[in-house]
């Protein structure tokens, strides 16, 4: 599922890419039983993980005042926790306002993949909490393995490419060889194999040899940039191993249990946590959930699904939230529009100015307009006003402020000084990463946590359900999985919550929600022990902190009280 999954409230403005190029199995040498007294086993108890649990965290202030900031050492490899290689995580959190009353710490994750806990908290993402939280509850969040601030942080581009730099390869560490190709793969049409496909474009649907070549050698070029330059990172970068880090978090914060809310992709890694620690969870809230018992093709048709019946919502609500901006008289007009830019893109990108960042792509293909906008479903109340605005200029010639709705703002944050943590790693070398790494994170995880055919026929076999289910918004997020064939594979597989024993799980969905539909948050629900639902009646992304009073004091209620919400609640 290569789109963006991640939390998009006012207060946390940076967005990652919607469209990428577009079970469990343990880290201690073995696959983690899921049932009876193995997994009551405490890890910390475990010598050669016990200088990781028995840290504490070193608070110093932030870059941004307000804020206190720390770094969690955890291994890279929980079956060689020993061996010298490490990740080293950001860490920041706001203190409770009423430290007299406090409970302890909350952890929360903002969504992505890809996106990073700590820049967000900097960002002002506590004061979306309920006040009741914020007094009695240090709000905490951190930088996922290989995403933001981490150190080492996955990159898809060498360092200092400019200048012609070669990123060093990784001491001492070899890559698995590569996996053998199913029976039949080496004679199936639309392999990638010639140079003519290389630059070109694949259209949202692509239907001829010609346009599936394109798009297979431009998702296989994606993949082999991303081996190159992160190689050593890449199969340790999963949901399960960034639980494991959480849990180490957990005792560093001194917590004895781990109090919880995750927003989108965040619902994915808590559910992860309780997987492997169901009693060391006191609450969690899983807001805009992730089913895990479906398969990339299941969840790439949930997905596109919700999106497409957003912007039919768009269409529909437009005037009542976007009034007379609206690019269209009626939802027909609205529909019409989007589909003749799409239309028009797939031919020739849409014109932008000189200073746009899609200035140097030729314009908007149609991709980058279907990104937009998509991306501008999850908070309607902010997004659909300059959507219209955006949407009407591209219809007549300038599609400079469609293309300016997902650019990512900007904002100082503290530069790492990597120190002892580049020492720790043996004299490895991996190249430095952008200043948002969010694109390279969103894949990598997400190819590594579902995994994916090898072959080429079930991605096109999905093309015409994903049309019939999604439209455009199927299709091409179908193509947005191809990188994630020829991607290393991880030992998830599609399954049913198993976390007996873990205390009642809040699960919050919103009816209609782009990217995480409300169908997998009544599924997820329905999978924890004694799990519960709220639903919230609504447009956008998630529902907690996005200013509804209903759900805050419901969701701060157990959060603080460990009240219960009662069946079929609905906000």
Known sequence: ???????????ATTALALLGALSLTACTGGPVPTTGTARAVDPASRPDLKPFYGQRLQWTDCAT???ECARLTVPRDYARPGNGRTFVLPVARAAATGPARRIGSLVYNPGGPGAGGASSLEEGTDESFGAAVRARFDIVSFDPRGVGGSVPALTCEPAG???GEEAAEAGGEEAPAEEEPEAGVGTEPAEETSEDFSDAVAPLYPRTEADRSAAASGARTAAEDCEEHSGPILRHVGTEDAARDLDVLRAALGERELTYLGWSYGTSLGTSYAEQFPHRVRAMVLDGAIDPSLDWRQRVISQSAGFRRSVDDYAEQCAEIAGDSCPGANPQEIRALIERLYQRAEREPLPVAEDS??????????????????????????????LSEALREADQGDATKLGALDDEVETEEETEDPGTAEEEQEEEEIPEPPADNGGAALTAVNCLDVPHPRSLRPYWAALAPADRAAGVYGTAGVTAELTCRDWPSGGRRPHRVDADGVAPVLVVGTTGDPATPYEESVSLAEQFPEGMLLTYEGLGHTAYGRGDTCVTAQVDAYLVKRERVRPGATC
């Open 1 to 11: 599922m290569n789109r963006a999954v991640r939390r998009r409230p006012a207060l």
């Open 161 to 163: 490419a400019e200048e």
């Open 65 to 67: 005042d307000g804020y």
């Open 357 to 386: 960042t899609y200035a140097e792509y030729g314009g908007m293909d149609a991709t980058a307009v279907l990104d937009a906008v998509s991306m501008a479903m999850y908070t309607p109340e902010d997004q659909w006003e300059p």
